[in-house]
């Protein structure tokens, strides 16, 4: 059983950065894929970014530029670097990892506001 811990989030002014964690209980290097996901109030979890195992890198259109997904295998980690963040950025961010099956965060609360 994979476990996920997040750390990172909370509130932001717009324009300000973030960097969410995800912490795995085993070595990820055989993880295909590690993704962060959000969902917004009223509106369906969406994938926000992804990375597989081969470094390869998938973004969302909204946060292509501002954001930057990695992974450190030798620590177990992924990141998720928010950069120029805007009020609609605002959700519960989940990092997910793909093994066998999709294993999930507890999420975490990024909230970009004034």
């Known amino acids: 059983q994979v476990q996920l811990v997040q750390s990172g989030g909370g509130l932001v002014q717009p324009g300000g950065s973030q960097r969410l964690s995800c912490a795995a209980s085993?070595?990820?290097?055989?993880?295909?894929?590690m993704a962060w996901y959000r969902q917004a109030p009223g509106k369906q979890r969406e994938l926000v970014a992804s990375?597989?195992?081969?470094?390869?890198?998938n973004y969302v259109n909204s946060v292509k530029g501002r954001f930057t997904i990695s992974r450190d295998n030798a620590k177990n980690m992924m990141y998720l670097q928010m950069n120029s963040l805007k009020p609609e950025d605002t959700a519960v961010y989940y990092c997910?990892?793909?093994?066998?099956?999709?294993?999930w965060g507890q999420g975490t609360q990024v909230t970009v506001s004034s």
């Open positions: 085993e070595n990820i290097s055989g993880f295909y894929v």
């Open positions: 990375i597989t195992s081969g470094g390869s890198t």
């Open positions: 997910g990892a793909l093994v066998t099956l999709w294993y």
